[in-house]
């Protein structure tokens, strides 16, 4: 990849985002678009995945929502993204548990940090 690139990417990457692992509880706050209207979404879920690629990093969150299980992936460095932040730590065996959907994520985690 060409300087010109890395350097572009560089300056796109937030400088705001805490460090976390899997297993970690987390609450990301997304601008969500609705027709004109532009107002901001907590979504509060367990870390079951992190991939970091640089600016196109994104991490996977899991969540359980009247009964039903939820997951959704973010860009770590979407300007869509407003923030991240660290609810509890947790301390778990793998670092990517996302084959276990129908295990409960809280029997997953072993303890809390």
Known sequence: MSNIIKQLEQEQLKQNVPSFRPGDTLEVKVWVVEGSKRRLQAF???????????????????????????????????????SIAVKRKGAVRKANFTTYVNVQVNQLVLKSV
């Not at 991939?51 to 869509?80: D, I, M, Y």
């Open 44 to 82: 509060e879920g367990v870390v079951i995945a992190i991939r970091n690629r640089g600016l196109h990093s994104a991490f996977t969150l899991r969540k359980v929502s009247n009964g039903v299980g939820v997951e959704r992936v973010f860009q770590t460095h979407s300007p869509a993204v407003d």
